[in-house]
């Protein structure tokens, strides 16, 4: 199978959506590695091999992106023709951005005071948020409303990074 | 990526740390985000009836450049007029400070920051552009 011009979608037999089915990912994942395991080339020739060795590169970068919603609303939004890196900062609501700087307040604060239980109370309300403006980009995506897909994405963008230093500052706190 | 010795100095000393009261109507508020870092800026200016910046706070999560990068403003407006601060380009920051070309952003956002702190105060005494 050739994986040139065809979408990250298309690799593990999947629909061009936001919505993904996990088990046909992880099967045709599990599928392609196999079929391009470095190991079955081991006596084809060094541009074969190269050849392979980027397969499954690619192969690799489609499972990550497609397993990942944060990658997979920027890469959904690259097949649109959008950039979803565009600096600009109008594609952002003040109100939002005074709610990010108070939450960062929050956990500092919490990490300052060893407030595990906080923490997790944070990390709760945070990801149901980040939950919430998931669904919300999908049905903009839907409604092909992708400038307001894409300030849900940038949005989305620093919900993620709170919550992974949420959980970074629990497990500082935790001395994993 | 090392940081320049500049950079290190005013993360490890971050000048102007704070907040002022947004209700004052001689307070300008800047808030600005870079959403691929995840960095969020807050940088206020406290202006007199001249127009002269006489104080300037501000409160940056993100990264080395990025704190740097608005703490040095907050230097460099204190004194300046507000059309003269609403001038000052990202270029100069970077220059100062020696960013490297894949922290160039950070300078970016600390000049949207002072613009959209110096059309607040613009805004809040009925002169909005």
Redesign the interface.
């Known amino acids: 199978m050739s994986l040139t011009n065809r979408n990250y979608f298309e690799f593990f037999s999947l629909p061009k959506s936001f919505q993904v089915d996990a088990d046909t990912l992880e099967r045709e994942y599990k599928k392609l590695q196999t079929e391009y395991h470095p190991d079955k080339f081991a006596d084809a020739s060094d541009s074969e091999r190269v050849q392979v060795l980027q397969h499954a590169s690619l192969i690799n970068d489609a499972y990550d992106t497609v397993k990942s919603p944060l990658k997979r609303a920027a890469y959904l939004l690259r097949l649109e023709n959008i950039d979803p890196e565009e600096h600009n900062q109008s594609h952002l609501q003040e109100a939002f951005l005074l709610k990010q700087i108070e939450l960062r307040e929050d956990l500092e604060m919490l990490t300052a005071k060893k407030d595990l239980d906080g923490l997790e109370k944070m990390k709760g309300s945070v990801t149901s948020d980040r939950n919430t403006m998931l669904q919300n980009f999908e049905v903009c995506y839907l409604a092909s409303e992708l400038i307001e897909a894409k300030s849900l994405y940038n949005s989305l963008q620093f919900l993620f990074k709170l919550v992974d230093e949420i959980e970074a500052a629990e497990e500082k706190l935790l001395d994993y | 990526m090392a940081y320049s010795d500049k950079v290190l100095d005013h993360y490890e000393n971050p000048r102007n740390v704070g907040r002022m009261d947004d209700d004052d109507e001689n307070v300008g508020t800047g ?8 960095d ?1 800026m ?1 940088l206020q200016i406290k202006v007199n009836k001249e127009g002269v910046i006489e104080d300037a706070k501000f ?1 940056t ?1 993100g990264c080395g450049s990025a704190i740097a990068s608005s703490s040095l403003l907050t230097e460099w407006v204190k004194g300046r007029t507000i059309d003269d601060a609403a001038e000052i380009k990202n270029t100069e920051i970077a220059e100062e400070l020696g960013l490297p070309p894949v922290k160039i ?1 950070c300078s ?1 956002l600390a000049e ?1 920051a002072i613009k ?1 702190a110096v059309s607040d105060v613009r805004k809040k005494r009925g002169k909005s552009e």
């Open positions: 808030m600005v985000g870079a959403p691929a870092c995840g969020v807050r409160k999560y952003h970016v949207d959209a």
